[in-house]
């Protein structure tokens, strides 16, 4: 057994540490669509990991960085999953105009918060529980294409959160608060093909593609219930060519949010069902749920009570959220995996110039980390 205080202490004398790794980590730029990128971030963070005595497992992939399996721990026994991804939003050169930078107890620069924090406050975190005695089997995946959606890294998380008791997610937290909620993500593309003429010489001899995903677009937008968390946005539309031609094509791309599983299953069901009521436009409908939402259940429940205990004796009162945007906890939580997420760091601005850390907290949440991994 060790106390919260003792954990809290050495995470406190390995914070330089932390924030040495997290400025050489934010300095390798990873953008999600540069393979050779995203395969350094991962060649600096094998490097550490090799000091720590941990073992990696490298997922070779072709068109994104390799997916890296970090083991730590004996291989048999409950093993508790740490998710985590190398790539950022940020285009190479993003380094030059938005650089490592400490300002009024904040780091800015790309990819900061989202999520090179986290990599590096799981490896303290791990390190701090390991030299307090626990000899916790532990995996740590750090993916290579989070931002794009994980299309190729996601069986390999299913994989590993079906032979783990726990998952940990370590992406920002939502203010101060662990996110014990995500709602789910669909995306569908919807084609409209009609059939041209001249609007003037041959108007009953046109189909109009934009008429009809107009009518569509409101029949979508109808099946949104804010109240349920449910949501339908038709974000981009386009379609036709000139203002005296009626128009052959429109397209619209439509965002999807729900909150449970049956209404991921009704909104896909209700979209393949979609007519035109023009029977000489011709529809296709392309796309899905891509995250499944990650339902408050009772795992992810007792985790977040287990988390608010530690935090008590740490002296903060830590809250829970939900939260509108997915993560790779959406995949976990839902193979009914106890998944709690938003373990990562505090601060703000992902995606956007004014990305930040809040340094006064890193210490904080990295005993967090280790708390949950540590006999305490
Ligand atoms: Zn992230």
Redesign the pocket.
């Known amino acids: 057994m060790v106390s919260m205080e003792a954990l809290r202490q050495t995470v406190q004398r390995d914070e330089e540490k932390i924030l040495a790794q997290l400025r050489e980590l934010v300095e390798v730029e990873s953008p999600s669509e540069d393979k050779a990128a995203v395969d350094r971030a991962g060649a600096l963070v094998t490097h550490w990991v090799h000091q720590m005595g941990g073992r990696v497992i490298t997922h070779a992939q072709q068109q994104f960085g390799d997916v890296l399996e970090v083991r730590f721990g004996p291989d048999e026994g409950p093993r508790t999953l740490l998710l985590g ?1 190398l790539d950022t939003v940020w285009p190479m050169g993003t380094l030059a105009v938005m650089p490592w930078r400490e300002e009024d107890g904040k780091i800015f620069g790309p990819g900061v918060l ?2 090179k924090v986290g990599v590096a406050m799981a490896l303290t975190g791990i390190s701090a529980a390991q030299e307090h005695g626990a000899n916790a089997a532990v995996t740590l995946l750090l993916n290579s294409d ?2 794009v959606g994980s299309p190729i890294s996601r069986p390999i998380t299913e994989k590993l959160a079906l032979a783990s008791t726990v998952v940990y997610v370590l ?2 937290a939502q203010g101060l608060a662990y996110k014990t909620a995500r709602k789910g993500v669909g995306h569908f593309d919807v084609h409209i093909q009609g059939v041209a003429a001249h609007a003037g010489v041959d108007f009953e001899k046109g189909h109009s593609a934009v008429l009809e995903m107009a009518k569509l677009i409101q029949k979508v937008s109808s099946w949104t219930e804010v109240s349920r968390g449910l949501t339908v946005n038709a974000g981009v539309i386009s379609g036709g060519t000139r203002s005296n031609v009626i128009a052959a094509d429109c397209r619209a791309e439509v965002d999807v949010r729900v909150v449970a599983m049956a209404d991921a299953a009704e909104i896909e069901a209700n979209f393949r069902a979609l007519q035109t009521t023009d029977p000489h436009c011709k529809l296709t409908v392309t796309g899905g749920i891509n995250r499944p939402p990650m339902e408050r259940g009772p795992g992810t429940v007792a985790l977040f009570e287990k988390a608010k205990g530690l935090a008590t004796k740490l002296g903060f009162m830590l809250e829970e959220a939900s939260t509108g945007g997915g ?1 790779d906890g959406n995949f976990t939580a839902a193979l009914g995996v106890p998944t709690l997420d938003g373990m990562g760091a505090v601060g703000a601005g ?1 995606h956007a110039a004014h990305e930040h850390i809040v340094r006064a907290c890193l210490v904080e949440r990295t005993t967090m980390l280790a708390g949950m991994l540590a006999k305490v």
């Open positions: 991804h989202d999520m989070e931002e992406e920002p993560s992902a």
